[in-house]
């Protein structure tokens, strides 16, 4: 198993519009 590749599960997530730094403010 690579853990190297990141899923397209995990790309979708980050590419959201509200990351969560923004929510911890």
Do not use: C, F, M, Y
Request: glycine share 8%.
């Amino acid at each position: 198993k690579g853990h190297g590749e990141i899923p397209p599960v995990l790309t979708q997530l980050n590419r959201r519009p509200s990351p969560p730094a923004q929510i911890d403010l």
